[in-house]
T-cell receptor, first 113, second 110 residues
Framework: SQTIHQWPATLVQPVGSPLSLECTVEGTSNPNLYWYRQAAGRGLQLLFYSVGIGQISSEVPQNLSASRPQDRQFILSSKKLLLSDSGFYLC????????????FGSGTRLTVV | AQSVSQHNHHVILSEAASLELGCNYSYGGTVNLFWYVQYPGQHLQLLLKYFSGDPLVKGIKGFEAEFIKSKFSFNLRKPSVQWSDTAEYFCAVNDYKLSFGAGTTVTVRA
């Protein structure tokens, strides 16, 4: 069976510091991978998605970037965090060619101070 | 781009009351529809989904949803809620990506 791991669970970072959030999927190959941000009252906003190694699509221009260095690894990064980057970040995967929907990780609560 | 609208931001009701949460989407093509639930302090979980066939979909924990294509709606229902149904509920629509509504917070009072 597939599992998704996301870390860290919580993170407090100063403004201007770099960011790296990691997400890995086990038990499958070539998943579609997604980064979402959840804000109170605004649902989940898709930030990036990837259909393969090195392939990243950005949905919302912002201070963040994503990379997929390995098939089952998806990284969300920033060179310099802003206060507005605070939020709850969720990684998700879906299986190509199936109707199983998306499976979400446990999320990272990022607070920029 | 498609959009997803959830009609209620916060719903408060008593145990044993019936629940209906509205969801409308804007995309006119073939879509896959989902309801997700997030219990306090827990992961986002899939409640139910619709891809094709019977427009009345049964999910976990006694939830069901009805797809009405002519109304672009996918409303979630439960005949009798329990305190443990207190959670945030998200409607989502998938064409090439999963787009979420803003969510509805449901508070069930014992």
């Amino acid at each position: 069976s597939q599992t998704i791991h996301q870390w860290p669970a919580t993170l407090v970072q100063p403004v201007g510091s770099p960011l790296s959030l990691e997400c890995t999927v086990e038990g499958t190959s070539n998943p579609n991978l997604y980064w979402y941000r959840q804000a109170a009252g605004r649902g989940l906003q898709l930030l990036f998605y990837s259909v393969g190694i090195g392939q990243i699509s950005s949905e919302v221009p912002q201070n963040l970037s994503a990379s997929r260095p390995q098939d089952r690894q998806f990284i969300l990064s920033s060179k310099k965090l802003l206060l507005s980057d605070s939020g709850f970040y969720l990684c998700a995967y879906s299986l190509v060619g199936t109707n199983y929907g998306y499976t979400f990780g446990s999320g990272t609560r990022l607070t920029v101070v | 781009a498609q959009s997803v609208s959830q009609h209620n931001h916060h719903v408060i009701l008593s145990e044993a009351a019936s629940l209906e949460l509205g969801c409308n989407y804007s995309y006119g093509g073939t879509v896959n529809l989902f309801w997700y639930v997030q219990y306090p302090g827990q992961h986002l979980q899939l409640l139910l989904k619709y891809f094709s066939g019977d427009p009345l979909v049964k999910g976990i924990k006694g939830f069901e949803a009805e797809f009405i294509k002519s109304k672009f709606s996918f409303n979630l229902r439960k005949p009798s809620v329990q305190w443990s149904d207190t959670a945030e509920y998200f409607c989502a629509v998938n064409d090439y990506k999963l787009s979420f509504g803003a969510g509805t917070t449901v508070t069930v009072r014992a």
